[in-house]
């Protein structure tokens, strides 16, 4: 049971990223984007149900962020838009049993993470 994280990079303020995370060896259910600053705890970014249908953000990256699944292909989307120098952290994405669970000690299952450098 893994979850592969990737897709992330340097950019300029304004810029866009889509992060990538593939599942193998189970299917997973709710899943959800976290990220962690140097320094700093890791954060709730955005949540997706198994179907795909039901999503919840953070309130830092509403309408720029969108979190995507396509489970033809196991896969676990971040589109990030209009990034800021803020949004520089470590991305990890993870599962769970429950859906849109704010707290990272909730999800049982982490991929490895993926830098993503926001530059001014």
């Known amino acids: 049971v893994q979850l592969q994280a990737s897709g992330g990079g340097l950019v300029q303020a304004g810029g866009s990223l889509r992060l990538s995370c593939v599942a193998s060896?189970?299917?997973?259910?709710?899943m959800a984007w976290f990220r962690q600053a140097p320094g700093k705890d890791r954060q709730f970014v955005a949540s997706i149900d198994g179907t795909g249908r039901s999503t919840f953000y953070a309130e830092s990256v509403q309408g720029r962020f969108t979190i995507s699944r396509d489970s033809t292909k196991s896969t676990l989307y971040l589109e990030m838009n209009n990034l800021r120098p803020e949004d520089t952290a470590l991305y990890f994405c993870?599962?769970?049993?429950?859906?849109?669970?704010?707290?990272?000690?909730?999800?049982?299952?982490w991929g490895q993470g993926t830098l993503v450098t926001v530059s001014s």
């Open positions: 993870g599962a769970s049993r429950r859906l849109h669970v704010l707290t990272p000690n909730s999800y049982s299952v």
């Open positions: 060896g189970r299917t997973f259910g709710n």
